[in-house]
């Protein structure tokens, strides 16, 4: 356990004015969101924080039109002694969001920030101010650090139900007052059509808000931006990302269902069936949504995997399993160079696991390595091929990753992902492994928060995994009405450098508890 409470306490609660502006309204009509184009911008889709350290943070708005972002920041809600930012010129290009980068912020203290869009060619015409809170990270060990991770947002046609209340597991989230929130992918569904109604199996009614981006499979850039803007109608979201900061990655949905670089599809959804182009229009969309500094550069330096510093205590490394794969295949081939990561991005992630001095190293997967994950009848889609033999295809890179760790004395790494749709805990350990030559180590599972729930996947021998929590529906596709959503939580004690997991279902109740020391290479 940290010093710190579980609940909100050390973070001070917004005023309710503030709060108020956070949350401002945003029509949800069957048409995607019109904004009157008289008067002063407003930025009515919330303001989000991305990749806090304990130095910087990047902060994100969207206006309704041409506008001029101002970001001014202060210790106290009062705004006494603020310190103005003077950020970008939003437009068209970027579908009206902006980011500015703060840098040189007190480590450990409490930011609060207001964002103002002003009328370009007259600063005086400024719009209602909106306003947010984040905490940054600690220069000293003994503060502690808590945060949140969970995937999988309006999937499997289920989208904003206004009848329960929308997306209120971020409700329950942002009471935790988590340091902030780790998304390890499947932000949005774009190959996900939301239908008004479903009829589910007890004779309810699940009713979803719809909008024209979000009633076709995404194509165009336009229908990646509406797929992204779709979650900000929710409300809870909004002030969720107005009080929590997020670390933000991608997996498939951002495109498409199991997709993989050079892919041309067989889908008469599609009337554009070159992956490569799609997932262009989708970065070029996610990264005008998210606030990813990694993303905010020249193309030429453009990518999603990093690393974010949290402290002495934590880094948090950020994986692309997406974007340098491989095609997906049986995966038994002997010798495999480009793998889930690619080869410069695993030597990225080694030379980056080396160097860290951090206690605890959390490497966010987009997917699980030991959960067999199959695409089609006869390929697979993450890591594992259902073969519990000496590692082959995807498996061949992994093995040289945790061979690495092992070797090199790498203490403290843990794996947290999403992607699969129930929660649950894998420990793996090379006495239950065909290969052997890796330290134990821990896998955390967790998701969905607004989506289809579906039963375990089949465990993959190779690196020994043992399932020792799951919570999992017994059929496909079991709507959010029917079951509770999944979210994590990590807590790093200052004291004792210990990291607990908790897996969390939505109403409160904690699932599974495993509490982790600190300074160990495998456990």
């Not at 309204?25 to 184009?37: E, G, L």
């Not at 597991?169 to 996900?192: H, K, Q, T």
């Amino acid at each position: 356990m940290s010093n710190r409470p579980l609940v909100p306490g050390r973070r001070t609660v917004l005023r309710g004015s503030l709060l108020a502006s956070a949350a401002v309204a945003v029509p949800v009509t069957a048409a995607a969101p019109a904004f009157a184009r008289s008067g002063r911008p407003s930025a009515s889709w919330g303001v989000q924080v991305g990749d806090v350290t304990a130095s910087s943070a990047l902060v994100w708005v969207r206006s309704d039109r041409p506008a001029r972002m101002m970001v001014e920041t202060s210790a106290t809600e009062s705004f006494r002694r603020a310190r103005t930012w003077h950020g970008p010129l939003i437009g068209a290009s970027t579908d009206y969001t902006g980011t500015t980068p703060l840098h040189g912020l007190p480590a450990g203290e409490q930011v609060h920030y207001r964002v103002t869009l002003a009328d370009p060619d007259d600063p005086r015409r400024s719009g209602k101010p909106v306003y947010g809170t984040f905490r940054t990270a600690p220069a000293r060990r003994r503060d502690g650090v808590r945060f949140l991770w969970s995937g999988d947002i309006a999937g499997q046609g289920w989208g904003i139900n206004p009848d329960i209340g929308g997306y209120r597991v971020y409700d329950e989230m942002r009471r935790l007052d988590p340091d902030f929130f780790l998304c390890s992918g499947d932000n949005i569904y774009a190959d996900g059509v939301l239908e008004p109604s479903v009829t589910l199996p007890d004779g309810r009614v699940w009713r979803n808000i719809t909008t024209p981006e979000k009633s076709k499979v995404a194509e165009t850039l336009d229908e990646y931006r509406g797929n992204f803007r779709y979650n900000l109608l929710d409300d809870n979201l909004r002030t969720f990302n107005a009080q929590v900061p997020a670390i933000i990655q991608w997996d498939d949905h951002e495109v498409r269902n199991n997709w993989y670089p050079g892919q041309i599809l067989d889908d008469v959804r599609y009337t554009e069936k070159n992956v490569d182009l799609l997932a262009s229009r989708s970065m070029r969309a996610f990264r005008e949504y998210f606030p990813v500094p990694t993303l905010q550069v020249p193309p030429q330096e453009r990518r999603m995997h990093r690393v974010v510093r949290h402290g002495p205590l934590l880094d948090v490394f950020v994986l692309d399993m997406r974007s340098y794969r491989n095609a997906n295949s049986p995966g038994r081939q002997p010798d495999d160079t480009t793998g889930i990561l690619g080869a410069e991005q695993l030597t990225w992630l080694k030379r980056e696991l080396s160097r860290s001095r951090a206690v605890w190293k959390v490497i966010a997967a987009d997917m699980p390595l030991g959960l067999v994950v199959t695409d089609g009848d006869t390929d697979f889609e993450a890591v594992a091929q259902g073969d519990p033999g000496a590692p082959l295809g995807r498996e061949l890179q992994i093995a040289e990753l945790l061979r690495h760790i092992k070797h090199r004395r790498i203490t403290g790494t843990v794996w947290l992902t999403a992607d699969v749709h129930y929660t649950s805990a894998q420990h793996y350990a090379p006495e239950r492994a065909a290969f052997k030559d890796f330290a134990p180590f821990w896998e955390f599972v967790s998701g969905p928060l607004a989506a289809g729930s579906f039963p375990a996947n089949a465990l993959d021998g190779t690196f020994g995994p043992d399932r020792v929590f799951v919570r999992a529906p017994d059929r496909e596709n079991v709507s959010p009405m029917e079951q509770p959503q999944f979210f994590g939580e990590v807590d790093i004690d200052g004291g004792s450098g210990e990291l607990t997991v908790r897996l969390r279902a939505q109403g409160g109740a904690v699932l599974f508890t495993k509490v982790l020391q600190p300074g160990r290479v495998g456990q």
